[in-house]
């Protein structure tokens, strides 16, 4: 089984002020997360803006990560698609890059039954067996949700090892443990609920806050599965400000607000994502003053 680690980051995509990949910011920014706590990078997320990024910039950006990286944590990258075509296009691409695993979100808008998620999961884990696939449940954003049933089935294949549960219920993700093997990870979509996650068979993180507290979170992990739950509630309720800030509009919004305000030089959002309102930033601001990250 590959081993992501306990902190995966969903990576930003810097841009340039005219909106281009700032790939010298990418590299900065990728070697700066693995020396903060983060176990794995994950390069054209949702986080990474991905639905506005071109198949080619993806490539790239998979190639200038994966350098930057090295041999000091693991690359996944986000090929995951609507069209299972166009995933196992990019997801074998990818496998080619030699990257440590593949994010794939449940195809969205066009709201498969249960059977043809099986399908389509199966036919991109097939199309590179020697590459690890990480599926990725998001409700919420996708419109159909990936069932327990249907992951248990998916588990089966040898290289589908993890799953993001971003579903925002424990219940769900205590479902998912009953029915998939101990070494099949689970890892919380959402960092407000890494620690309750942990407690009914979670891993660790995907996560955003990790660019602000990666080592943070990683203590707050480690504390846990080190039999301290004590000081991982601790850690978990000091940067619980920190998880809600970060989704006070729309993921990225609020991370790429906030490293701006730290000095990094992340350039705007593509449309239609958009600014913060000033009261947005604001909040953005203070919690982070607060927690001594400006």
């Known amino acids: 089984m590959s081993d992501f680690g306990n902190v995966i980051t969903a990576m930003i995509t810097p841009f340039t002020a005219d909106g281009q990949v700032n790939y010298p910011v990418v590299e900065k920014l990728a070697a700066h997360l693995v020396a903060n706590g983060s176990d794995t990078v994950l390069v054209c997320g949702t986080t990474g803006e991905s639905p506005t990024l071109t198949w080619e910039e993806e490539h790239d950006l998979f190639q200038v990560v ?3 990286v090295g041999s000091k944590g693991k690359v996944i990258a986000g090929t995951g698609s609507n069209s299972t075509a166009e995933a196992i296009e990019a997801t074998e691409k990818a496998a080619k890059l030699g990257l440590d695993g593949t ?3 449940v195809p969205y808008y066009n709201k498969p039954p249960q059977e043809g998620l099986y399908q389509h999961f199966s036919a991109i884990a097939k199309a590179a067996p020697d590459c690890p696939v990480m ?3 998001i409700p919420g954003r996708t419109g159909t ?3 327990p ?4 089935k998916l588990a089966e294949i040898d290289n589908i090892v993890a799953l993001k549960e971003a579903s925002g219920s424990v219940d769900i993700t205590s479902q998912m443990r009953l029915v998939t093997p101990p070494d099949f990870s689970i890892y919380s979509g959402d960092d407000s609920l890494t620690l309750p996650m942990l407690s009914v068979g979670g891993k660790g993180v995907v996560s955003v806050a990790s660019h602000f507290v990666g080592n943070s979170l990683r203590e707050m992990i480690q504390a846990y599965q080190n039999g301290d739950p004590q000081t991982a509630q601790k850690r978990h309720i000091q940067l619980f400000p920190l998880f809600k800030a970060l989704f006070c509009t729309t993921n990225p919004i609020p991370t790429k607000t906030g490293l701006k305000l730290q000095g990094w030089q992340v350039g705007p959002l593509r449309l239609p994502l958009c600014d913060p ?4 930033e604001q909040h953005i601001k203070e919690v982070l003053q607060k927690l001594n990250l400006l």
């Open 149 to 152: 049933e249907t992951v248990a």
């Open 66 to 68: 994966q350098k930057a």
């Open 103 to 105: 994010l794939q979100v």
């Open 277 to 280: 309102t000033p009261e947005q």
């Open 135 to 137: 599926l990725y449940n």
């Open 145 to 147: 949700r990936l069932s």
